[in-house]
């Protein structure tokens, strides 16, 4: 079975050396000739070109880009693909990319691997990184069910536990635990820099701890992926932002208050609540 991804960064990477090391012929495109020298030399995949012409043979094609860039791609890549290729996506938004992807290539099936590192580019692909992490599949009443199969079998063999829902669904779910964080993280970081007592701030940059670092990590990530998740699910990640607004005042009222009891009760079910997270 022929592989093919068009995109060899992080994900796309992980995914063409999980899959070569299985034994599929994995083909690669990148819009950077360096990149693909470099992932023929470690073997990430079998052959690598600047060309879509390479996915002529492909079997099933991973879109691996930014958000932005997925339906172009698949726009162009059209005419180089047989009528029975599957085509997939690891977008990070749902709803958009299936509806537009779809009206192009019915053999489409949406999907989202939740994994990933702080690294980017070809050089950041790893083995097994998503062993044990959710992989979501968002067919329509209209996605073929085998190709949607087929997708499955692939993202299984990753290691991978797979979820099937709707699109909206996703686009709801990765609101509360993926994109709303993005922007939480980036305003802690934002008010931060808003003190203006800059020695307090350069003392405070060097007393940051674990406790600091796991809550900026998503804030400080690639500014690229915050702008695409908030324009392509705005409308639930502004649902998100106002409850999460509301209750951040309720805490704040607390405080002002000096209502202890009332602040203990909510972190208490606010730890109670994390035990439910797949973390």
Same mark, same amino acid.
């Given at each position: 079975?022929?592989?093919?991804?068009?995109?060899?960064?992080?994900?796309?990477?992980?995914?063409?050396?999980?899959?070569?090391?299985?034994?599929?012929?994995?083909?690669?495109?990148?819009?950077?000739?360096?990149?693909?020298?470099?992932?023929?030399?470690?073997?990430?995949?079998?052959?690598?070109?600047?060309?879509?012409?390479?996915?002529?043979?492909?079997?099933?094609?991973?879109?691996? /880009?930014?958000?932005?860039? !997925? @339906?172009?791609? =698949?726009?162009? #890549?059209?005419?180089?693909?047989?009528?029975?290729?599957?085509? %997939?996506?690891?977008?990070?938004?749902?709803?958009?990319?299936?509806?537009?992807?779809?009206?192009?290539?019915?053999?489409?099936?949406?999907?989202?691997?939740?994994?990933? /590192?702080?690294?980017?580019? !070809? @050089?950041?692909? =790893?083995?097994? #990184?998503?062993?044990?992490?959710?992989?979501?599949?968002?067919? %329509?009443?209209?996605?073929?069910?085998?190709?949607?199969?087929?997708?499955?079998?692939?993202?299984?063999?990753?290691?991978?536990?797979?979820?099937?829902?709707?699109?909206?669904?996703?686009?709801?779910?990765?609101?509360?635990?993926?994109?709303?964080?993005?922007?939480?993280?980036?305003?802690?970081?934002?008010?931060?820099?808003?003190?203006?007592?800059?020695?307090?701030?350069?003392?405070?940059?060097?007393?940051?701890?674990?406790?600091?670092?796991?809550?900026?990590?998503?804030?400080?990530?690639?500014?690229?992926?915050?702008?695409?998740?908030?324009?392509?699910?705005?409308?639930?990640?502004?649902?998100?932002?106002?409850?999460?607004?509301?209750?951040?005042?309720?805490?704040?009222?607390?405080?002002?208050?000096?209502?202890?009891?009332?602040?203990?009760?909510?972190?208490?079910?606010?730890?109670?609540?994390?035990?439910?997270?797949?973390?």
């Amino acid at each position: 079975m022929n592989i093919g991804i068009v995109g060899l960064g992080l994900i796309g990477g992980s995914i063409a050396l999980d899959l070569r090391s299985r034994g599929f012929n994995v083909l690669g495109v990148s819009s950077r000739q360096q990149t693909c020298d470099r992932a023929q030399e470690t073997g990430v995949v079998n052959q690598a070109s600047t060309h879509l012409s390479v996915m002529a043979t492909a079997d099933l094609v991973f879109i691996c /880009t930014p958000l932005g860039a !997925i @339906e172009p791609i =698949v726009q162009k #890549l059209i005419p180089h693909l047989s009528g029975d290729t599957i085509v %997939t996506d690891v977008g990070s938004v749902k709803t958009p990319i299936v509806q537009a992807v779809s009206d192009l290539w019915p053999n489409f099936v949406g999907g989202h691997p939740m994994a990933g /590192t702080a690294q980017s580019g !070809i @050089e950041a692909a =790893v083995r097994d #990184l998503f062993v044990g992490r959710p992989y979501v599949l968002t067919p %329509t009443a209209q996605t073929p069910e085998a190709a949607v199969d087929r997708v499955e079998e692939i993202a299984r063999l990753l290691g991978a536990l797979v979820y099937r829902c709707g699109p909206q669904e996703h686009d709801r779910a990765v609101a509360w635990i993926s994109h709303l964080p993005i922007v939480a993280s980036a305003t802690l970081l934002a008010a931060c820099a808003a003190e203006g007592d800059r020695d307090l701030v350069d003392l405070a940059q060097h007393l940051a701890s674990s406790g600091f670092r796991d809550t900026s990590r998503v804030g400080g990530g690639n500014p690229e992926l915050g702008v695409m998740v908030a324009k392509y699910n705005r409308e639930e990640l502004l649902r998100s932002l106002s409850i999460y607004r509301d209750s951040l005042d309720e805490f704040i009222s607390d405080i002002e208050a000096e209502n202890w009891q009332a602040l203990e009760q909510k972190l208490k079910l606010t730890q109670q609540a994390r035990e439910n997270y797949n973390l």
